[in-house]
């Protein structure tokens, strides 16, 4: 028969099979020889999910730190878009408002995402470096500053997320791996105890190993982590 593991178990719940299957083969003399390969796979799993771990760690800091460079964002751009509608004699229609915030107002501005923010934040530096108004200097500076800033954190964001999806993809390999690794052990298995498909079964069955109130607590636990690929068991 054929041992499946599920597609979308998870580092810990592989963990946890691997350590079952070389306690079972370890229990029998006939079958103890068959561990040997094992345990380079647990090794992996280990060191795996170790990785994962520190990158899900930055990825969580690379997110709070664009959350925070944001909201510093909108300020400015709110500062600098009440600054320009009082420079203007408080009139939308005059300089330097209209040529800043006549297409766009402000609080539109704030409402755009990380990337979205940068492009128009460059739009405006380019538009104050145009009007090179005297009263807006200072606030030319603060936008290029944390226009730049916020780049640079929406940039480490992505890069950060991309680390978290290739772990996602060694994770589905090693799926695959164990699963050849299982079939390769059961007939190791069946060949030193002929006839002993029930032992077979209970050394290899993912569910000998994972119970299934743990299988149902891990889904409801990681249903929601779509950045990790979808919900693990």
């Known amino acids: 028969m054929s041992y499946q593991i599920p597609d979308n178990a998870s580092l810990e719940r592989m963990m946890d099979y691997t350590t079952g299957v070389v306690a079972s083969l370890s229990a029998m003399p006939e079958t103890a020889a068959l561990v040997k390969p094992w345990q380079p796979v647990a090794e992996k799993l280990?060191?795996?999910r170790d990785a994962r771990d520190t990158t899900r760690a930055a990825q969580l800091a690379a997110a709070a730190k664009v959350r925070v460079c944001d909201a510093r964002w909108d300020a400015v751009v709110t500062e600098l878009s009440g600054r320009a509608y009082l420079a203007g004699g408080k009139d939308a229609m005059k300089e330097p408002y209209v040529s800043l915030f006549g297409s766009v107002r402000a609080?539109?501005?704030t409402a755009l995402g990380p990337y979205k923010a940068t492009v128009f934040g460059r739009k405006l530096l380019a538009r104050l470096g145009e009007l090179g108004h005297t009263d807006l200097k200072d606030m030319t500076a603060a936008l290029a500053s944390i226009n730049t800033?916020?780049?640079?954190?929406?940039?480490?964001?992505t890069e950060m997320a991309e680390k978290a999806a290739a772990h996602e993809v060694?994770?589905?390999?090693l799926v695959e791996e164990i699963e050849a690794l299982v079939a390769q052990t059961e007939v190791g298995v069946l060949t030193a105890l002929p006839g002993k498909s029930t032992i077979s079964r209970t050394m290899l069955s993912w569910n000998s190993h994972v119970s299934r109130s743990t299988r149902t607590r891990v889904m409801t636990e990681t249903s929601a982590q779509a950045t990790e690929g979808g919900p693990t068991v």
């Open 170 to 173: 060694r994770r589905h390999k």
């Open 149 to 157: 800033e916020l780049e640079r954190a929406a940039t480490g964001r």
């Open 46 to 48: 280990r060191a795996e």
């Open 107 to 109: 609080a539109d501005a």
